[in-house]
């Protein structure tokens, strides 16, 4: 097993979660934000590549429980923008083709059928970035620094480069799988397989705590934090009183959730504080909602530390100058540092990220700032 040199890389680049899609409350003021909701048929394998003619395209595969659905009406069900009507017409124009056959509204598409997507806004409108800085990798095991701005997998309806689409085009001779996920916002250390079994591993140590496994962020927390070193553990559950219904928070009847922070350095001029994050657990959102537990919000979050108002004004206008000044930061400054990692082949690899530049330069003095073309 051999470890390859790591190299800071970093996408500044912030923009509203694709996937997601906003109603009416019941109350009917203000909305509600929840992943979009499909059938299971129309859930796929999702990357993108260039064709021999120099154009970049999606590329879904159909799953086999989709097999036999009119392709017009696969494509409405997989976009939620797109009619049949519509639909019908990218695939007469060719904006939609398949690669193993001519391929009309009226087909039924096969089970594994791979589709090739070039309809503008939903494929990639120019080249995908490099791949991110690799910070391990054998036969089995495939260890990135993920840039923040970079999703872990694109979803929804507009496209975007994710890290699994990048690795699968980096290493097509393998089975490219992720085992875990980071937020779009957070960078750091992150782990893919290149074969089933491997995956199926490292997957069932993720999902079970393996006592192998252990996981370190650094954050950038509002405030000079009083205290050196804090346990929490209070249980984590969705936010009874929030209009967004990914916001999680630490309620009674929650899930058990534990982490372990300490300073690792107090910035005076700032009012910031870099704080070491140990899981414990792996709850969703788990470290945002402890640290707004006790008071020390990351700097960037625009939904924890902050009213729901600043991520719904984020989702409906972008970076407005009201979430830019309450956010304070393009992203939320979590930085997945260090990660021990159980191998499918025995023993344990130790993994580290190191800091991005723009945390980095946050922690040499620079002023937190939020200008035009982050």
């Not at 392709?71 to 939620?80: G, P, Q």
């Not at 690799?134 to 923040?148: G, I, T």
């Not at 397989?193 to 069932?204: G, M, R, S, Y």
């Amino acid at each position: 097993m051999k470890a390859t040199a790591a190299i800071s890389h970093d996408i500044a680049t912030i923009a509203p979660r694709s996937g997601e899609r906003r109603a009416r409350g019941a109350s009917g003021s203000g909305w509600l934000a929840y992943p979009l909701s499909r059938e299971p048929s129309a859930l796929t394998a999702d990357f993108a590549d260039i064709d021999d003619r120099g154009r970049p395209f999606r590329r879904l595969h159909v799953s086999e429980d989709a097999a036999g659905i009119r392709a017009d009406k696969w494509l409405s069900l997989r976009f939620s923008s797109i009619s049949r009507t519509v639909a019908a017409r990218h695939l007469k124009s060719g904006l939609v083709v398949s690669e193993w056959r001519a391929l009309k509204g009226s087909s039924p598409v096969l089970a594994g059928e791979p589709l090739r997507i070039y309809v503008p806004g939903f494929a990639p409108d120019g080249p995908p970035p490099p791949l991110p800085p690799v910070l391990y990798e054998d036969d089995r095991v495939l260890v990135l620094n993920k840039p923040a701005g970079l999703l872990s997998h694109p979803a929804g309806d507009r496209f975007a480069w994710g890290v699994i689409g990048l690795a699968k085009r980096a290493r097509p001779a393998a089975r490219v799988d992720l085992v875990h996920r980071l937020d779009r916002d957070t960078s750091g250390v992150m782990v893919l397989t290149k074969d089933v079994a491997a995956n199926a591993f490292l997957k069932e140590r993720f999902k079970h705590r393996s006592s192998e496994l252990r996981k370190v962020y650094f954050a950038i927390v509002r405030g000079l934090v009083p205290w050196d070193q804090r346990d929490v553990s209070a249980p984590i559950g969705t936010a009874p009183d929030s209009r967004v219904r990914l916001r999680r928070r630490v309620v009674a009847d929650g899930l058990a959730a534990r982490t372990s922070f300490s300073v690792v350095d107090r910035l005076e001029e700032t009012a910031l504080t870099l704080v070491r994050c140990a899981l414990h657990t792996g709850r969703t959102h788990q470290i945002r909602v402890h640290l707004e537990h006790v008071g020390h919000g990351i700097l960037g979050d625009k939904l924890y530390g902050q009213p729901d108002q600043v991520f719904l004004d984020w989702l409906d206008e972008g970076a407005s100058a009201s979430v830019r000044a309450r956010a304070g930061y393009p992203r939320q400054c979590l930085h997945a540092r260090h990660l021990r990692l159980p191998h499918p082949d025995g023993g344990t690899v130790d993994l580290e990220a190191p800091l991005p530049a723009d945390m980095q330069a946050l922690l040499e003095g620079a002023v937190p700032h939020w200008d035009e073309e982050s």
